[in-house]
């Protein structure tokens, strides 16, 4: 079924991004109806049709086109609770999660406005004693807040304890997020198809602290056990909450996942040798 509405998000530093966006709305604007998030159009003098990424959905848009690199995905998947399908234009670096590059970005949406598959990925549900964070779409790093101190933390798998650590960190990832900072710290890489969640200790002082794949659904609990000591949890490298002595984080599956339009690189292992050979 052809695509009749489409929403456009950029990053603002770049002006090649925003280059690239007016070409997508002029080239296209008369063919599909677009709305742009109030920055967007803000930076493109545009005044009309510009409405909040969290409101698009409900506006009818029926996927998002984001311009930028991951961080701009994530931001953006982050403001909404059931995420639309998302096509990435590479105009960062590296880019495991925009998968069309500047020049192919015409033909490519061309493509998809006759009509679209999307792959569904998991994200993670944080909970910070009772309190509802943002989900995470690539990972959530709880992180010592002052450098070279390092921290004590229990992790509990579905009530069964697997570490008490001391380490300057640790990461939860999903599947998506094993090739960002968890394959930094040393985590493994997973195929996004495996229902699986990794935990993988940062920099921790015992030789046999690895990294842990636990299923999916698993409910991971996580309790500071250290006195005076102040802890980050910072989530897909968008929203950084403190966490200190006696706070509880659970980590669940999140109800509704993140979405990509499938494109002509949408492979998993095609991706790994194009971006990290």
Wanted: hydrophobic share 40%.
């Amino acid at each position: 079924m052809r695509v009749s509405k489409i929403g456009i998000v950029s990053r603002f530093d770049q002006q090649e991004a925003l280059d690239m966006v007016k070409n997508i709305y002029d080239t296209f604007s008369s063919k599909v109806e677009i709305v742009l998030s109030p920055k967007t159009g803000e930076y493109l003098g545009i005044t009309k049709n510009l409405i909040p990424v969290e409101k698009m959905r409900d506006e009818g848009v029926e996927l998002i086109i984001s311009v930028g690199g991951d961080g701009t995905v994530l931001r953006n998947i982050s403001k909404m609770d059931d995420p639309l399908p998302l096509l990435g234009i590479n105009m960062g670096t590296l880019g495991f999660l925009v998968d069309v590059p500047p020049e192919d970005a015409i033909k490519d949406i061309e493509d998809v406005l006759k009509g679209f598959s999307y792959t569904e990925r998991s994200r993670l549900s944080i909970n910070l004693n009772g309190k509802k964070l943002p989900d995470a779409t690539n990972e959530i790093v709880l992180i010592t807040a002052r450098p070279a101190k390092i921290l004590t933390f229990r992790i509990s798998v579905d009530d069964s304890p697997i570490e008490d650590m001391r380490a300057d960190g640790v990461v939860f990832a999903t599947p998506t997020g094993s090739t960002a900072y968890a394959m930094s710290a040393g985590g493994p890489l997973l195929d996004p198809r495996v229902d699986a969640s990794i935990i993988v200790p940062l920099a921790p002082f015992k030789l046999s602290a690895r990294p842990w794949v636990i299923p999916g659904d698993s409910i991971v609990k996580v309790e500071m056990t250290i006195p005076e000591k102040e802890a980050a949890i910072v989530i897909d490298g968008q929203h950084s909450y403190s966490i200190k002595e006696h706070d509880v984080v659970i980590l669940t599956k999140a109800k509704n996942p993140a979405r990509f339009v499938s494109s002509s690189i949408n492979g998993f292992y095609e991706k790994v040798q194009s971006k990290l050979a």
